[in-house]
């Protein structure tokens, strides 16, 4: 199975993987399933279409809002 490295230089930080996930799909495919997943407890995975880049500022003011303290450890 493949895998994709993410590499964050911030506590809460939005990275568009999606050039690197359909670069690892066959382009002969014609249709089927994708299935993406992170191993990392930590990280999360989101599905937005970036017609509008006021979503992606929408989440980081979300996630400041959850997360105000960056320093904050469990």
Same mark, same amino acid.
């Given at each position: 199975? +493949? /895998?994709?490295?993410?590499? *964050? ?8 993987? *999606? ?6 799909? +066959? +382009?002969?495919? #014609?249709? #089927? ?5 992170? $191993?990392? *407890? *930590? ?22 809002? $959850?997360?105000?303290? +960056? /320093?904050?450890?469990?």
């Amino acid at each position: 199975m +493949p /895998e994709i490295t993410v590499v *964050t230089r911030e506590c809460c930080e939005l990275v568009d993987i *999606t050039r690197r996930i359909a670069a690892l799909v +066959p +382009p002969d495919l #014609g249709s #089927g399933l994708c299935s993406v997943h992170s $191993l990392h *407890t *930590t990280a999360a995975l989101t599905v937005n279409e970036n017609a509008d880049p006021d979503v992606q500022h929408a989440d980081d003011v979300e996630f400041d809002v $959850l997360y105000p303290d +960056p /320093e904050l450890t469990f």
